[in-house]
């Protein structure tokens, strides 16, 4: 496994491992996980979308990472930066299991990849793609600073996926997190 690893008081952030696949495949099978992430994925398709990311590490350095849990090496779910293809910004996303759920483990992981990204990557702002009713994602934004920027377009074929764009500026961030 290549690429940085980042521990902050709960959690292990790094790329994704094969030994994180069963714990992915199964996330991304909840639909109540997934209710705004495009619906529950089979394990192949699961399984193509872990390549992928492992594939952005490889390719472009940078990806979402896997969030383990550190007292327990739980794999938790997975957050940080992505830009797919004819994405409309610099992402910084999130997906954690129904178990991480209200426990700030989104808001602590969330925060130490925009720090790593502002850090390790040339870009000037971050986006989060959000759908208008998935008020616990809004809600996160918020606590992270980003602000509503309007209402985005995804490319194909996620095109008529109802998406609002919140987000930063890389000055807004470190602002914020020199308070």
Partial sequence: MHGPRIETDRLILRPTAP???DAWAECLADPVVTRFLGGPQPRALAWRNFMT???SWAILGFGM???IERDTGRWLGRLGPWQPEGWPGHEIGWGLVQGAWGKGYALEGAAA???WAFEHLPWAEVIH???PENIASIALAEKLG???LG???LPAPFEGDRVDLWGQTRE???ARRRR
């Fill in 19 to 21: 030994e994180d696949f």
């Fill in 53 to 55: 990311m492992a594939g």
């Fill in 65 to 67: 990472f896997s969030v």
């Fill in 113 to 115: 990849s925009m720090d």
């Fill in 129 to 131: 793609s959000i759908n």
């Fill in 146 to 148: 980003s602000t509503r």
């Fill in 151 to 153: 209402p985005g377009t």
């Fill in 172 to 174: 807004q961030w470190l």
